[in-house]
C-alpha cells in the first residue's frame, strides 16, 4: 500500500483509509493452501531442508502460564470463536487490562494458526453491520500491516529510532542504570500498575496492550533507559512477538517512532492506573501482597497513610518496594534529555 506518489506512509491514518479502499472481498475469500505443497516440493534439490525442529529455531520448553492457550488451528478457531461474541464491544473494554476484552489472537497470528483473511472478512462483516467494536478491531489488524510496511520500508528501525533525530538522546548507563532495568524486568519499581504489568509479561508470556504502553513509557521515560533495552525484553518474553509490532511498539512509546506519541506526553503511572484499572482488580490479581489496600491507595501505596498500609499488612521496602523514582522528578529530567530532539532537528543539514 503505497501514496499515491508510489512512496511508502508515514502516518497510519492515510495508509489505513488507502488499506481499506484496496481490500478486495476476492482478496478475502477462503485460500486453499493444498496446491502450494506440491510447489514447495518443486523447488531445486539445493534449496530443499527439512522441516527445522522447535530447537532448531531457537524454542525452549516452558512452563508458563500461557500454556493454558488454546494451541493449533483448532485452538485458533476456539479463541476466534469466543473473542467473536464479544468483538462488538471491543472498543469500549480494549483497554481495561482486568477485563476479557481483547482477542488474545496474536500467538495464532504470529504462527500462522489462524487465517488474518478469516478475521479481516467477518470483522468487515460485523462492521457493516454498524459495529463499533469491530471498526476498532479492524483498525488494530491494519496496525498490524502498517507496521510490517514500516519494517521492510525503512529497515534501520530494527536498529535505530525511525527518525533519526531520536538517536542523539543520551540514555542512562551504568550500574545505577543496570539496578533500575533489573527492577523493571523484575516488577519491583514500586509503581503497581507496571510491576503487575511486569507480573503478566513474566507469568504468561503475555501482556495487555494498554500495560505494554504504560510499563514502555515507564522505562523509557521515567527511568530514562534506551527503548532497545525494554525491546529486546519483550522480545525474550513474549509469545505473540513480532519484530515489526514490537518495535513499531516501542518506538511509539519513545516517541522515535513513525506517527508515535510526541515526545512531551508522558504517561503518569498513577493517573493511567486510576483511569485503566480503577477498582484495581489487576493489580490485585498479579500483586497479592497488596490485594488488601483500598481501591484508592493501590494505585500509590507510598501515598497512603500509615494507619491504612498497616490494617493492609504492607510493610513498605520489605513487603513492597518503595517507587524507585519519583514521577515528577522523572518527568522533567526527560524533557531535559528529549531535548535535543529539538536542537538537532533544528540544524540544517
Ligand atoms: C511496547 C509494545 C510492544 C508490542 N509488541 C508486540 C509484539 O511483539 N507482537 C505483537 O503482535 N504486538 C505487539 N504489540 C501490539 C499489541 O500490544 C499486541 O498486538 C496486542 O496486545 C496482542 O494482544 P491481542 O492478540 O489480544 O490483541 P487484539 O487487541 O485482539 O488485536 C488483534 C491483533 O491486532 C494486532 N495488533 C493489535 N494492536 C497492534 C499494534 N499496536 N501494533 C501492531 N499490531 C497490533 C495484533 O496482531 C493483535 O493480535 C506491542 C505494543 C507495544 C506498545
Known amino acids: 500500500i503505497l501514496t499515491q506518489s508510489g512512496t511508502p506512509y508515514g502516518v497510519f491514518t492515510p ?18 493452501s493444498a496446491p502450494l505443497a506440491p510447489r514447495l516440493l518443486e523447488r531445486p534439490p539445493e534449496f530443499q531442508r527439512p ?3 522447535l530447537s532448531d529455531l ?25 473473542f467473536f461474541e464479544r468483538m462488538d464491544d471491543y472498543h469500549a473494554t480494549r483497554d481495561l487490562p482486568a477485563v476479557k476484552g481483547p482477542s488474545y489472537l496474536g500467538v495464532h497470528l504470529r504462527f500462522g494458526t489462524v487465517s488474518i483473511r478469516q478475521l479481516v472478512r467477518i470483522a468487515l462483516q460485523r462492521q457493516a453491520a454498524g459495529s463499533a467494536g469491530a471498526t476498532v478491531w479492524l483498525s488494530e489488524l491494519v496496525w498490524r500491516d ?26 542512562e548507563s551504568g550500574r545505577q542504570a543496570n539496578e533500575l532495568f533489573a527492577a ?26 494498554r500495560l505494554r504502553m504504560v510499563a514502555g513509557s515507564f522505562l523509557v521515560k521515567d527511568l530514562g533507559l534506551d527503548w532497545r533495552w525494554g525491546e529486546h525484553y519483550f522480545a525474550e518474553k513474549l509469545n505473540d512477538f513480532d519484530l515489526s509490532a514490537n518495535n513499531g511498539g516501542w518506538q511509539w512509546v519513545a516517541s522515535s517512532g513513525c506517527d508515535a506519541q510526541p515526545y512531551f506526553r508522558i504517561f503518569n503511572p498513577v493517573s493511567q492506573s486510576e483511569r485503566f484499572d480503577p477498582q484495581g482488580k489487576f493489580i490485585r490479581r498479579y ?12 494505585h500509590a501505596p507510598w501515598a497512603a497513610k500509615p494507619l491504612e498500609l498497616q490494617m493492609a499488612g504492607v510493610v513498605l521496602g520489605q513487603t513492597y518496594p518503595h517507587p524507585v523514582v519519583a514521577h515528577d522528578e522523572a518527568r522533567a529530567k526527560t524533557l531535559q534529555r528529549y531535548a535535543v530532539v529539538k536542537k538537532s532537528s533544528a540544524q540544517p543539514l
Not at 149 to 169: M, S
Not at 188 to 207: E, F, K, S, W
Not at 287 to 298: F, R, T, V, Y
Open 15 to 32: 495508509y489505513k483509509n488507502n488499506w481499506l479502499k484496496r481490500v478486495a472481498p476476492e482478496d478475502l475469500a477462503q485460500h486453499d
Open 51 to 53: 522441516v527445522p525442529s
Open 58 to 82: 531457537g524454542f525452549e520448553p516452558t512452563n508458563l502460564d500461557s500454556l493454558k492457550i488454546p494451541t493449533g488451528e483448532s485452538g485458533g478457531q476456539t479463541l476466534f470463536e469466543a
Open 146 to 171: 502498517f507496521y510490517f510496511a514500516i519494517l521492510a520500508n525503512f529497515p534501520h528501525v530494527a536498529r535505530q529510532a525511525f527518525k533519526p533525530e531520536y538517536d542523539a538522546i543520551a540514555w
Open 184 to 209: 523493571w524486568c523484575e516488577g519491583r519499581t514500586g509503581y503497581p500498575l507496571v510491576d503487575a504489568a511486569m507480573a503478566q509479561i513474566n507469568q504468561t508470556g503475555y501482556m495487555h496492550n
Open 287 to 298: 500483586l497479592p501482597q497488596l490485594a488488601k489496600l483500598s481501591d484508592k491507595a493501590i
